[in-house]
């Protein structure tokens, strides 16, 4: 048995393919994945796991991602988890700000880039 903390992470995306391939890959390196196609219910589901790092989708149902991460950026318990945004949208970097979140990530991204952006973000937190 190692003694390393456990690495969790949450990915909220409504498109399943992108949660199968990021949770595989996050798996291999030794990640607890939780994945959710909707941010319904975004604090319960949150607290309920305590994650490192949390990647959001923009377009993630029903209120969306910014709104998804304001609302955990305003809760007490919540609001230091570090928030990876990603996106197709070009004024990604914008979306990323206004939500609160710590970095971004543009879609499509390759795993490399996936890798590098949660190992920065939790270096800073």
Known sequence: ?????????????DDEDILSICAYILEEQGWEVHTF??????VE???GIRPSVI??????????GIVATQTLKQNE???NIPVVYFSANSDIQLLADHAGAETY???PFDLD?????????????
């Open 1 to 13: 048995m190692s003694n390393t903390v456990e690495k969790k992470i949450v990915i909220f995306d």
């Open 37 to 42: 196609t909707d941010c319904n219910n975004i």
């Open 45 to 47: 589901k949150v607290s």
């Open 55 to 64: 990647l959001m989708d923009n377009w993630i149902p029903d209120a969306g």
């Open 77 to 79: 318990e919540l609001k």
């Open 105 to 107: 990530l543009a879609k």
């Open 113 to 125: 880039e996936l890798e590098k952006v949660i190992n920065e973000v939790l270096e800073k937190a």
